[in-house]
């Protein structure tokens, strides 16, 4: 089975020409290129490489579709044009049928679906890669989705991944620059987020503390959150609220309910900066797809979350890095985001700073030319994580994750309000953010968060000091009985040199009688 998947991968590569990507990645190796070059047909195919290498992903099947996916967030690795074209890749996987759907949610929440369900749906209302949703209804008249996993998905999955491990150790010993792109690393992050959605329990957990943080005042209206039933989830069955919501780039009917385009574009902005900064927890695959405008009559023109498996998480110095690379950015202050980045050590220590200065003002001064409408971070993000690869800028997996988002939250954006400025939107936040930060209110936050710890430690404060002075009257033993060790250690190796001469000559004069 291994050698036959093996063979079907390298019959698609074939297929859509794929060679030329492996012949242009090793311009070291002048055999290896003529002999792949053999195989090749030039000229044959008029679509560009980044569209024939997602026409292969997607007929190999979900998983190396998923692949496409996560590699289209490494701008650091893969060729720009690839990235954005990879950025497409869309599942499209037939339903499993509603009988092993029934048994699958039979056999892991222990019960039959009549007893667990007053009203299950057998056709399902959507069907991805690794699990479909259907709609059913609980016995206390909750609507609500069950998202069942996909049969023999862990199988499947093992299996590819096992093969493109072994391609992942090809392309580290084959191309020249194969240890700084790291392939086996790539993989293993890809194999954590596959595993990570094959567990509906942790998606349904991201879920939850997604609820919970948007429940906090103040933000209640900004996104609505499903509720999970946890008696009806498990790691392959994860129910939740159902919402009713018309999909965010339906603009025709969102218009037609009379939503405030422009305000939801906003705000669109503001939920994603405030997941960043003030949680450090964000929905990392805003896509289309997974955002709703609701319909409900409680919550009308409010956003909605859908497909929790894959969010990203920042810890505060990550937080403030990307406040200060922001702002630095926001100033034209290149200079600040060089030193960011050395300060950070994500590049080597011996990078000259000037050098790092210009190359990152060769990147952005020229989208300040641009009506700020026209500006994309996102993709000036993009371009950045290309230039890191002249300074083996070693990119953090969680800030490429951010990176994707970054660009899904601004595509939606512009769709909505194509003369949104998400510069203006952004800045007064960042600005706000910072100055809690280090301003007063940020000093006493601090102290208030310390105080816990500090409370803890008083009282034990005077044990200690008392310990460390009894201490003090016991240090001349301890000299004397390190000093008695040092002497003890000191004969100890003369024995060991006069038995190990007397081997030596014992051995000698051994020898000489033999002979």
């Known amino acids: 089975m291994f050698r036959f998947r093996a063979f079907i991968i390298l019959f698609v590569m074939y297929k859509y020409g794929l060679e030329e990507l492996l012949i242009d990645a090793i311009p070291q190796r002048p055999l290896l290129r ?27 099947g979900p998983i190396y579709v998923k692949f ?20 497409a890749l869309q599942d499209r996987v037939p339903p499993f049928s509603s009988e092993e759907a029934v048994a699958i949610v039979e056999k892991s929440l222990r019960k039959p679906i009549a007893q667990l369900f007053a009203r299950f749906e057998r056709e399902p209302i959507a069907s991805a890669s690794v699990a479909q949703v259907h709609r059913a209804e609980t016995h206390d008249a909750k609507q609500v989705a069950v998202k069942i996993l996909r049969p023999g998905i862990i199988k499947t999955i093992e299996s590819d991944l096992a093969l493109m491990r072994s391609a992942a150790a090809v392309v580290h010993w084959l191309l020249p620059d194969g240890r700084r792109l790291r392939p086996k690393e790539v993989v293993a992050e890809f194999d954590k987020y596959l595993h990570d959605e094959l567990d509906l329990q942790i998606e349904a957990s991201n879920c939850s503390q997604l609820r919970r943080n948007f429940e906090l005042e103040g933000r209640e209206k900004l996104l609505k959150v499903p509720e999970v039933y946890w008696p009806l989830t498990s790691s392959q069955v ?41 949680d450090g927890f964000f929905h990392a695959d805003m896509h289309p797809g997974n955002i709703l405008v609701t319909q409900d009559i409680d919550a009308r023109g409010r956003y909605a979350a859908l497909d929790f498996g894959i969010v990203g998480t920042l810890s505060e110095f990550d937080k403030n890095y990307l406040a200060q690379n922001f702002l630095a950015f926001f100033q ?26 210009a190359a990152v003002r060769a990147v952005c001064e020229p ?45 939606m954006g512009r769709q909505l309000d194509p003369d949104l400025d998400l510069w203006q939107t952004a800045k007064p936040f960042l600005e706000r953010w910072m100055y809690q930060r280090v301003g007063p209110q940020g000093v006493l936050q601090k102290l208030k968060k310390e105080s816990v710890h500090w409370a803890q430690l008083l009282p034990e404060v005077p044990r200690l000091v008392h310990t460390a002075l009894s201490e003090q009257g016991n240090l001349p033993k301890i000299a004397a009985e390190l000093k008695a060790l040092r002497r003890s250690q000191k004969n100890n190796r003369f024995l060991l040199y006069v038995m190990a001469i007397s081997q030596l000559v014992i051995a000698v004069l051994a020898v000489i009688y033999w002979r």
């Open 332 to 357: 034209r202050d290149y200079r600040r985001v060089a030193q960011l980045h050395i300060e950070s050590a994500w590049v080597p220590p011996e990078t000259r700073e000037e050098e790092l200065e």
């Open 34 to 60: 003529r002999i792949i070059s053999l195989f090749g047909r030039k000229s044959k195919y008029k679509e560009p490489r980044g569209v024939r290498l997602r026409l292969a992903l997607e007929s190999l």
């Open 68 to 87: 496409g996916q996560v590699l289209s967030t490494r701008p650091d690795i893969v060729p720009l044009d690839i990235a954005e074209e990879l950025v």
């Open 367 to 411: 989208y300040f030319d641009l009506p700020l409408s026209e500006i994309s971070l996102g993709a000036v993000l993009m371009r950045l994580f290309q230039t890191s690869k002249r300074f083996n800028v070693e990119i953090q997996p969680q800030l490429v994750l951010l990176q994707k988002t970054l660009l899904n939250v601004e595509g």
């Open 238 to 278: 994860f129910t939740m609220e159902w919402i009713e919501g018309i999909p965010i780039n339906q603009m025709a009917q969102l218009q037609a309910q009379g939503v405030d385009i422009k305000k939801l574009a906003r705000e669109g902005v503001e939920i994603f900066f405030t997941q960043v900064f003030d």
